[in-house]
Every structure is written in C-alpha cells, then in structure tokens.
C-alpha cells in the first residue's frame, strides 16, 4: 500500500471502520440500528420494508474506493478518490473467501461487549452471533471489487443473503452478478444535476445500468434508491420518472439526505429535507411514473429515517 493508501486507513480508523483482510481495503462497521437491535429497542427501515434484522445483519465493503464524489456522502471523500484509477491499481485484491472469512470474524468481535451489558436481549445477541445477511454497502462503490460475483456467492454458501448497493457506473458488473437484492443510487434527473451532485462523468453508464436493471426482472429483488437533497435534486419528477421506468424496479426508495459526518463541510443543514417534503415528492414521482404507463405507489415509510418506499404493483 501507498503512503497515500495508509493514510486513508488512519482517517477511516477515526470514523470507526475495521479493516479486515490482508491487503486492508475491506471494512466492517456496526451501525447503530444493530446497537439498538440488539438491545431489543427498535429496527431499521430495512428490517420494516423488507424483513432484514438489523442485529443480523453485517455492514461491510470489499472496496473502500469510491470513483464519484458526491456531495451528500457522510464519508471522508476529502481522505481518498480514485477517479484516475491511480490508487486502485496499487491494490492487492484480497480472496472473496479471505474477506467474507475476516468480516464475519470482525463482526462478532465487535459485538463481543454487547454480552455482559444487562440491556442486551439474550436471544438477540445468540442470533447477532450468527449474522443471516450481509449488506455490501458500508463505503466506497463494491463494484470496484473484481471479484464481487464470487464474493456473493460465498456469503450465500453460507446462507446469508446479500444487499448489493451499487452507483451504478459499472453496469457490466451488474449484468453478472446476482444477489438477493440490488439496489442503484440515482440522485439526479437529468446529467447537469448529476454533475452537481456527484462530481463525475458516468451519466451514459448509469443510465446503461438502469437498462441492465430491467433486464433483471424475476431474477432478483431490484431496488432504485433517491437521496433528495433540497436546493439540489428534488426536482423535476417526471424526469426521475423517465429513468426509473428504464429500470422498472420492484421498489424506489425516496430518502433524506441526511446532515452527518463529512457530509456537513458539503452542505448546510436546509439541505436535509423534512419527512413531509420527501413524502410529497415521493408521491410526485409515482404520479409520473403512473401517467406513463407504470403503476407504482407509496407502499410504507419511516418517519425516523426520512425515507418512503414506493412499490410497483407487480408481485415478485
């Protein structure tokens, strides 16, 4: 690893992330609806919208490189990018079983303290033991990593179940792999928002990955997430319409832009927008996408996380 490389390591260490691995650019990190989980006080939005515990599930990345810059990411994008590809062909790539192997280690090693603590539910720290799902989402952009198909598969050898949360500016990557649930990121509706938000110029590529989404029907659980950011995003509905019924996912999920972590030195708090206004704009988007031909509506939401879960009518 570079100088570079170690001090991205030093400034993610602060923030929390344990790395795993021999070549240390895999992480794991408890969040805190695990925390809360555990103690029997509450889930996720994840565990209401779609069954997953958070005390079971493990939040981890094979990549800790991420090839955009978006404005509303909490993680330090100031430590480290790899939008020249530079600091990724430095990179050793650890085996999908090494990592899988370490993470699950890391996992329970972490949530070791949770034991002796009388306000842990006993049954919930037996199961926290034995994670069931893995959501590879936790920093960076996992389809970085070459080995990723593999990877899933290796956590499905061992019956867990995958979330894969991707940006969607690899879709050869999506086109092959196959986990339980695949979520894209979209965060603008036309390529000059795009720009603003994320700083890149995979416009031509994300929209190739919301075909690739598509053409993945049936075969697995296809989710297309919104960050709306007031003052940036929350705009024109119909153009975020126009790219969602090229993906045609079981789910959209409009969220918050949350004012946390580095994200703070980015935007000011009026950028975090109030349940209310994601909801409304969650309701002009199924409308669009109703009038086109593509019946989808508000199906569940969390007040708490400012998020709203817009469902298409069709049964998976």
């Known amino acids: 690893m570079s100088n570079y490389a170690e001090e991205t390591i030093k400034t993610l260490e602060k923030q929390g992330y344990h790395f795993v691995g021999t070549h240390k650019h895999s992480a794991v ?10 103690r029997g006080e509450g889930n996720c939005y994840k565990g209401k919208f779609y069954g997953i515990s958070a005390h079971r599930c493990i ?5 800790i490189f991420c090839n955009q810059r978006c404005v509303h990411c909490w993680r330090p994008l100031e430590a480290f990018n790899i939008n020249t590809g530079t600091e990724e062909e430095q990179v050793v790539w650890d085996s999908p079983e ?9 996992q329970k090693r972490l949530i070791s303290g949770f034991k002796g603590s009388p306000k842990t539910d006993k049954d919930a720290f037996a199961e926290a033991e034995v994670p069931r799902h893995a959501a590879i989402s936790l ?10 198909k593999d990877l899933i598969q290796e956590f499905r050898s061992r019956d867990m179940t995958t979330f894969v949360v991707s940006n969607g500016t690899n879709p050869e990557v999506l086109r092959e792999i196959r986990p339980y649930q695949l979520y894209i990121s979209l965060n603008a509706p036309d390529e000059a928002t795009y720009k603003k938000a994320s700083h890149a ?3 031509t590529r994300i929209n190739e ?7 993945l029907k049936g075969k697995t659980r296809r989710v297309i997430r919104v960050t709306c950011i007031e003052g ?7 153009g975020y319409a126009e790219l969602l019924a090229r993906a045609n996912p079981d789910f959209i999920e409009v969220k918050a832009y949350m004012h946390i972590g580095y994200s703070r030195k980015r935007l000011s708090r009026d950028a975090m927008p109030t349940h209310l206004r994601v909801k409304e704009f969650a309701r002009e988007i199924a409308e669009a996408l109703t009038s086109s031909g593509y019946t989808y509506t508000i199906a569940d939401e969390s007040e708490i996380s400012r998020v709203v879960l817009v469902s298409s009518n069709t049964d998976l």
């Open 209 to 215: 990955s919301l075909d690739e989404m598509g053409k």
């Open 98 to 106: 090494e990592i899988v192997e370490d993470s699950l280690k890391e």
């Open 59 to 63: 939040q981890m990345t094979p990549s």
């Open 139 to 148: 920093i960076g952009e996992p389809t970085l990593y070459p080995y990723l």
């Open 232 to 238: 940036l995003n929350m705009i024109n509905p119909t």
């Open 29 to 38: 990190k408890t969040c805190l609806w695990l925390r809360r989980s555990i």
């Open 201 to 203: 110029r995979y416009w």
